[in-house]
């Protein structure tokens, strides 16, 4: 249909954790943004749960108080996608999520404009090897580009990316994405274009606050979708005043329909594993992959690793076992059906897979066992007692992002 723009490749997260290639050749990418207070831990967990089941592939998280980053450090190791801080105004903010453990970073140029922490935050993420996004907002352009182009034109956004990769030049940072959003469709699809010309870092595609559905969609398809059938686009994000997981829906269902990425059939999700872990997270599901894959089950099933927090995080699969004690915890759409020994999970998984075939989820949910919920409940509350509650070891890092997100008294009196 098109041939696609050839771009630079940079790698969102690092195996064996959640990774995600952008630009080059690896696939497109559909990102989305919580709507979570990030300090909020659980609640936050279960929307990027959700979105990575609506086929979210990267997953951002404003960091916009240090309470934030503190949860970032928490969040971070039980995210089964990779997680990016969205940075404004506070770039000590952006070196604190990079200590929470983030895959990656947006720097919003418009509202960070020291050369010096822009600096600073770019050889940090050199040594740590992330990459960030420069994104650029129509509606938070700098004043002084906006005043030198007449407004928020395609040129006057590009001029702000490209003075953002000035200062990572300086520090020989290259490890980039690049965005220039608008509300206006025609200007974002203009400023895009000109931005393919004048780079090859991998672009990340979106009309910014283009509003609830149905206008939302539309606006976003026509910009995100125009790009892309022009070959210019690594990663797309729709920005809806609505539950995320319509965002990451219509990302997935444009790609498809553009036949950018494969329809879906066997979703199979699995956490990252953790600290809580109680097993092999990656042989399970690799074993679960290998027995399920060939079956032709339509069904997105999540493989947990801990009966503590597993069957909440992954509420909205269809359905999903989670360790604890030496058995499986099946649950279906969150709801623990069956438990069984720890030896016969996958096993379990298939049949329990091949019932809602046959059955359906409603029907599955009524005949679960008598006693599973209790049983899984007791699992994690002995787990928890056991384990407590710091299992990954957030609590150092905080310690940590206290000391860096405080402003010195200088900065506080500057500001
Ligand atoms: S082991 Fe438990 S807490 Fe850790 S990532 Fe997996 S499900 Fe989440």
Redesign the pocket.
Known sequence: MYERRTTRQVRVGRPPGPNVPVGGDAPISVQSMTTTKTADVEGT?AQIYALASAGCDIVRCTCNEEAAAEGLAQIV????VPIIADIHFQYRLALAAMEAGVQGLRLNPGNIRKGEHIKLVASEAKDRGLPIRIGVNAGSLDPDIAEQFGGATPEALVASAQRELEYFGEVGFEDCKISVKASNVPTMINAYRLLSETVDYPLHLGVTEAGPPPAGLVKSTAGIGTLLSEGIGDTIRYSLTADPVEEARAGRTLLESLGLRERKGLDLI?????????VD?IRVANDAMAALQDRNIPLQVAV???????PG??READLGI??GRGRGHLFVKGHVVRVVPEADMVEALVAEAERIMEEGIEAVIASADAGAEAEAEAARAELLAEQGVD??HAGEKIERIRGIAEPTPVELRSS
């Open positions: 967990l190791p039980r995210s089964p699995a956490c990252p594993s953790c600290g809580r872990a109680e997270v947990m690793g801990c009966v503590v927090n597993g995080e992954a989670a360790a299992v990954n």
